[in-house]
């Protein structure tokens, strides 16, 4: 059963914005923390951003604060990341993925489903 549906990556130059979307298709998560992580070719998964369920907290990592916003519609069942001012380091495969509960939010481990990913390229 697929539980998060992931769209928005694509190919993009330096200092483009992408939106990416999150979506829970049946509201089969209840009540969930999303974070977004994002793997780059080579390199182990890392900790982009998260929010809350309601919305009200949010926490970046030092590396795109400032340029991504993350965001969230429960009544369309979807998260958001708004990636700004996109840089080449950026190219990745971002994923979203829930949580019960706000707890070490930026640890892999806290997280039970993820979404497929979608890939993201920048070029200079």
């Known amino acids: 059963q697929v539980y998060l549906v992931e769209s928005g990556g694509g190919e993009v130059q330096a200092g483009d914005s992408l939106r990416l979307s999150c979506e829970n298709p049946r509201r089969t998560l209840g009540r969930f923390v999303m974070g977004w992580f994002r793997q780059a070719p080579g390199k182990e998964k890392e900790f982009v951003a998260v929010i809350s369920w309601s919305g009200t907290s949010t926490d970046m990592d030092d590396t795109v604060s400032g340029r991504f916003i993350v965001s969230r519609d429960n009544t369309k069942n979807t998260g958001y990341l708004q990636l700004n001012n996109l840089k080449p380091e950026g190219t990745a495969v971002y994923y979203c993925?829930?949580?019960?509960?706000?707890?070490?939010?930026?640890?892999?481990?806290?997280?039970?489903?993820w979404g497929q990913g979608t890939r993201v390229t920048v070029s200079s």
């Open positions: 993925a829930s949580a019960p509960y706000n707890y070490s939010p930026r640890a892999i481990g806290t997280y039970i489903y």
